[in-house]
């Protein structure tokens, strides 16, 4: 089983720097895409930023240039570093793992992090 454990979220004045970091646990052979999603009360989960395994980045137009995502493939894990932080990007933030491979014979699975609370004060 293949669990995605998130830490980093907490409460930051706006300006300031919150970093998330994101692990993959569990006998993994490969993921293709790693990413951060928020969710804000009453609004739909929304992508932030993807990684590839080969490293290209996606990254939601509202925070370029202030979010910065990356990955270690050798530990399955993925970070977030946020910057120049504002109040509306306050959301719960939820790690995702895509086409995620236990083996070379098994189906690609994705898989959720529980998500972490990330509250920027104006």
């Known amino acids: 089983q293949v669990q995605l454990v998130e830490s980093g979220g907490g409460l930051v004045q706006a300006g300031g720097s919150l970093r998330l970091s994101c692990a993959a646990s569990?006998?993994?052979?490969?993921?293709?895409?790693m990413g951060w999603y928020r969710q804000a009360p009453g609004k739909q989960r929304e992508l932030v930023a993807v990684?590839?395994?080969?490293?290209?980045?996606n990254y939601a137009d509202s925070v370029k240039g202030r979010f910065t995502i990356s990955r270690d493939n050798a530990k399955n894990t993925v970070n977030l570093q946020m910057n120049s932080l504002k109040p509306e990007d306050t959301a719960v933030y939820y790690c995702?793992?895509?086409?995620?491979?236990?083996?070379?014979?098994?189906?690609?699975?994705?898989?959720w992090g529980q998500g972490t609370q990330v509250t920027v004060s104006s």
């Open positions: 990684i590839t395994s080969g490293g290209r980045t």
């Open positions: 995702r793992a895509d086409d995620v491979r236990l083996s070379p014979w098994s189906s690609p699975t994705d898989y």
């Open positions: 569990g006998l993994i052979l490969s993921i293709n895409r």
